[in-house]
Structure formats: C-alpha cells, structure tokens
C-alpha cells in the first residue's frame, strides 16, 4: 500500500484541503484512507461533515502514527498522511519515516519558501531510514496575475527537492467544498478545473510511488 505524507512547516498552505481532493481522487481508483497526525484533527472534522456522503475513512493518528497505520491492515490500496505543520513533530517525523512519498505544498510567500528548507533537511534525515523515501514540492494556491507566484518556480529551483510539474491555483471551490465536507469532485462544472488539477497531480505522483 503507497503511503503518502502531507507535510510542511508552516500552517495555512492548503495541507489537509490538498490531502482530503487526492484521497477522494485516489478513492475512484481504489479503497483509500487518511490517517489525521495533525492534533487540529481538520481532516477528521471534514469526514464528520461529509457523513455517509463520503467516499473515503479518516482515523486519528495524532498519538501513534505507526500503530495508526498498521491498524489499517489490508483493507486500503493507498494511504495519506495529514500531518502537522511542524518539522518538529513526532507525528511528522514518523510518517516520513514509513513513507513513500511526501507531498510538501508550499504557498507563494517567502516566509513558506523559508520554512520549506527545514521540512527539505527533516526528509534528508528520515531517509537515513526510510531509503525510499521519495519527496516533491508543489506550488499551491497560485495565483496566475501575481509577480511573486511568477517566479515561484526559480526559487524552488534553489532547493534540492524536485517541484511538481502540476500547480494547484487559488478557487474558492477549494475552501466552499472543504466547509461543506465535500470536495471539488463533487461540484460538476463549478469544480472541473480544480479536479483536473488534482487528476494532473495524481498522475505525477504515481511517477513517484
């Protein structure tokens, strides 16, 4: 089972929006699972929301990442992490060590580029452990018209991970559908472009996995 970590080292870039559209994507595909390491519990909040209209399970995982995810068993054909936003975490720091890929989403400011780099040193340091760890960048909530989410790409470029091809683009349909314990697949028209990004992504992470 892929297991997928949702990381990052400041709060607000769209961690746990971004988890909740790729499980559901994921969820088309096969059965999937997030495991909520982050002590705000947003994840699990949104599966309250969604009732039965979800598609995918949610489980606390704040206390013990790794017995959280060998709870799971067999059941899940892909597994997302949502972790805190701190590089000091313990809850981060297991999840990277089981992980086969890291998804670290980072916002066009400079204060998320900044804190970008502890979260590029911590994955550094769990593959003295966890080898096959694979990680990548991706531009979210850009906004096409703004100078700064222009040379976002350049700065990137500077760190040692690889950045997603795919960018995520700021939509109000992100935050109406994650309020209502829905995702942007479920919005029709009103959603296309936003599930198509999500699709994109997907299909560069399974590059990845």
Not at 65 to 83: K, M, P
Not at 90 to 98: C, S, Y
Not at 132 to 137: H, I, M, P, R, S
Request: with cysteine; charged share 20%.
């Amino acid at each position: 089972m892929p297991v997928i970590a949702l990381v990052g080292n400041k709060g607000g870039a769209g961690k746990t929006t971004l988890c909740v559209n790729l499980a559901t994507a994921f969820a088309s595909k096969a059965p999937t699972v997030i495991l909520d390491a982050d002590p705000q519990q947003s994840s699990l909040q949104w599966r309250g929301i969604a009732d039965e209209n979800a598609s995918i399970d949610v489980y606390e995982a704040n206390h013990d990442v790794n017995q959280a995810y060998h709870n799971t068993g067999n059941q899940y054909s892909y597994c997302l992490i949502d972790c805190p936003p701190s590089v000091h975490s313990e809850q981060m720091q297991q999840a990277l060590r089981i992980a086969d890929l890291a998804i670290i989403p980072v916002q066009p400011s400079p204060l998320d580029i900044w804190a970008t780099v502890h979260v590029e040193n911590e994955v550094e340091s769990a593959r003295k452990e966890n080898s096959g760890l694979d990680a990548l960048l991706l531009i979210n909530q850009f906004e096409t018209r703004t100078q700064l989410s222009k040379i976002m790409r350049r700065a990137l470029a500077e760190l040692s991970l690889p950045a997603a091809e795919t960018q995520i683009k700021r939509r109000a349909v992100y935050r109406n559908s994650f309020l209502e314990g829905r995702t942007v697949h479920d919005f029709g028209k009103r959603g296309a472009d936003a599930s198509e990004e999500i699709h994109q992504l997907i299909q560069e992470m399974e590059n990845h996995l």
